[in-house]
Nanobody, 123 residues
């Protein structure tokens, strides 16, 4: 079992940066791919980024590639999403997820989800 809790959301102007954090409980965090999904108002939930169990492999949605950086620290049971050059279209609720690689990067339904944190980017 893994429980996830996000923090770090907020309001930022376009072009600015935010850093989201995900705190995981449970000793099995390192067994799972960790990722981020987001859902904007009126839109379907979409995959944002993923990092492999050991942290050596990352994968990004085209919409955030080159702007966002995902990372994790298994010793601290934490993960982060550094978001730079934010755009109004990045406005969404961001969810930290954990699961196997295929379900995370395949934008399916990973096994574990946090409660979400709101990110709002003003123009």
């Amino acid at each position: 079992q893994v429980q996830l809790a996000e923090s770090g959301g907020g309001l930022v102007q376009a072009g600015g940066s935010l850093r989201l954090s995900c705190a995981a409980s449970g000793r099995t965090f390192s067994l799972y791919t960790m990722g981020w999904f987001r859902q904007a108002p009126g839109k379907e939930r979409e995959f944002v980024a993923a990092v492999s169990r050991g942290g050596g492999t990352t994968y990004y949605a085209d919409s955030v590639k080159g702007r966002f950086i995902i990372s994790r620290d298994n010793a601290k049971n934490t993960g982060n999403l550094q978001m730079n050059m934010l755009k109004p279209e990045d406005t969404a609720i961001y969810y930290c997820v954990a699961g196997d690689w295929g379900t995370v990067v395949g934008a399916k339904t990973p096994g574990y989800w946090g409660q979400g944190t709101q990110v709002t980017v003003s123009s």
